[in-house]
C-alpha cells in the first residue's frame, strides 16, 4: 500500500509537541482562518443554522409547515411515509414525533424491502390505500396528506399516481435528484444533509410556532444517527448537526435508546460517531435488511421500558444474523468476481447472483470496494426483476456513472459514494457491458491505487493519553475530517496473534534508535507502547521480535482490568529493508 505523509513533526521540537500534531492536523484539514478553526473545534449549535446554511428553500419550508398545520387543524390524516435504514428511521421518528406532540392524526409507514422496495414506490401506496377502516390507514382524496422523509426525489411514477389519485403530497428528501422533478404539492430538498436533518428543519420550523411540549433540540440525538449512520461528511452544518446531535444522543433518556446501549454493551458516558457508525446504526439497518424496519422505528418511538428492552433485542439479534450472512455472501462474492475470465482487468466490479440477498447486497459491494479499491455493484438477481446496490471508491461519482445506461434500467438513485438501482434481470448483461466500457474508458487508473493518507509523522514518545485527549476536540470523524492517522517507525520487542482464529496481530513496540522515515533520528526514549492489527496477522508472518518497522496507525486508549492506556490500532506495517 502506498503512503502519503502530509507532515512531519521534527524532533528539534521539544516543547509542547502535543499542541504542534494539534497545529499540523488542523492545517491538513484546510482550515487555514481563526474564524474557521472556531467554526470547525466548536460549531454552531443548529437550533443557530438558518435554512440558506443547509441548503433548504424558506419558501419551501414554509409551505409545508402551512399545509401540515392546516391539516392538524381539520383533523385530516398524515401519513409520514419513511424508508427502512437508519437515516429514513430517524427521519421518520423525527417528524412523526412532532406531528404526535402537535396533536396530529398522522400514522408512519415504512416500506418493507423485498415487498415494496425502496423508497416512496406504487406498491407500497397501494398498500396504504387498501388499509380498511379498522387499519391506521384510511385515507381519502383531498382530505389525506402523505408526506415522504428520507426519499421521494426520483419517485415520479408514484408521485404521479399519488396526485392522481386527488392525495396531496410534500416530498422531504436529501438525495441527488434526476433531470425533472416529482409532481408534489411542496418539495423540501437540500442535498448538504441527510433525510434526518431536512426532517429535522421541518419539525424545528413546525415547533416554533407551536405550544407544543417537544423542543426541536430534544431531537437532535435522532439527527445524529441520521448523520452519521448515512456517512454524511463531518464537516460544515453536519459536523454541527452530529456533534450536538452526540451531546444530546450521550444524555438521552428515550426508553429505546436506553435499552440498545444495554444491550449492545455500550457503557461510555459519552457517546462518539464510532458508537453510532458501529453499533447503534447497523443494529438499526439490520432490521431493515432482514426484517422490517418498523420495529427499528418502534424502539425509538416507544416510552415503555419493557417493550423497548424487547425491541433492542430483537435488534441485536437480528444484526448478529445480519453479520453472520454478510461474511458468507461476502467470501462466495468474491469467489465469482475471481472467478470470471478478464473481471480483475476492468475498472468497475459488476457481479451478479440468485442467492445474494438483497438486504446486505450493500454491505458486499462495499467490502468489495475496500479489498480490490474498485467502484462495485452487486445484483441480487430475480426471476424477472433484479436489485442492485452499488458502492465507490473516493473521486468516482457512482450515482452518475450508473446513470450513463440509465436505458437499461427501470430506476436508480443515490448518492455520489453509493447507489441503488433495480433492473429487467433480462436487461444485466447489456448493462453491465455497457457500463463496463464507460467505466473502463472514464475512471482514472490512478484512483484505483490503494493508498493511504499519512496525517503526520511522530515519534512513539509523543504517543500518550494526553495527545489521545487533545484529539477528541477533532471529533466526530467521518468522511471529509477522518480520524488522524499518523506514522512511525519502531522495534518490536513482543509479538503474538490474538482472536478467536489468531487473526489480529498483538504487538509491543518501543522508540527505534535510528534513522526514521524520513531519516529524521528517532527519540532515545525507552517508552513501550501496545499496538494491535485487526485481521493482520496472514499478511505479516514473517514479523518477529527485534524487527524494525515502518507503522501506519490510528492513536487509541485501551481500558483493561482498572487500567488506561494508550494503544496503535496499525492500519499498515511494514518490515524496515
Known sequence: MNWSI????????????????????????????????????????PRDLSLKDVGLQPSALKAAATRINQAITTGQTIVVYGDYDADGISATAILWLTLHALGAKAYPFIPDRQRHGYGLSLKGIQEILDSSPSKPYCLTPKSSLIITVDNGIVAHEAATFIKD???DLIITDHHQPSDTLPPADVLVHSTQICGAGVAWFLSRQLLESSSAKLSADSLLDLVAIGTIADLMPMIGVNRALAKHGLVTLSKSQRPGLLALKTEAGITDQHLSAYHVGFIIGPRINAMGRLEHGMDALRLLCTTNSQKATDLAQLLGDTNRSRQ????????????IYRSIPGATDNKIIIIDHQEFH???????AGKLTETYSKPSIVISRGEEVSKASARSIKDVNIIELIRTAQSHLINAGGHPGAAGFTIQTSKIDIFRQTLITTANTTIDPSLLQPSLEIDCQVDLSDLDLDLYDRLQTFEPFGIGNPRPVFATTAQITELRTVGRDYQHLKLKLTPFKGQSLKGQHQSTSKQNIDAIGFNLAAANQGLKPGDITNLAFKLDKNEWNGHTNAQLIINDITKKR
Do not use: C, N, Y
Open 165 to 167: 389519485q386527488g392525495f
Open 358 to 364: 438483497e438486504g446486505v447486497i450493500g454491505l458486499i
Open 6 to 45: 502530509k507532515s512531519t513533526l521534527p524532533p528539534t521540537i521539544t516543547k509542547d509537541r502535543h499542541q504542534h500534531i494539534i497545529d499540523l492536523l488542523i492545517k491538513s484539514r484546510g482550515l487555514t482562518t481563526k474564524s474557521a478553526i472556531k467554526d470547525f473545534l466548536g460549531p454552531s449549535h
Open 324 to 335: 453472520d450472512l454478510t461474511s458468507e455472501m461476502t467470501d462466495m462474492a468474491d469467489q
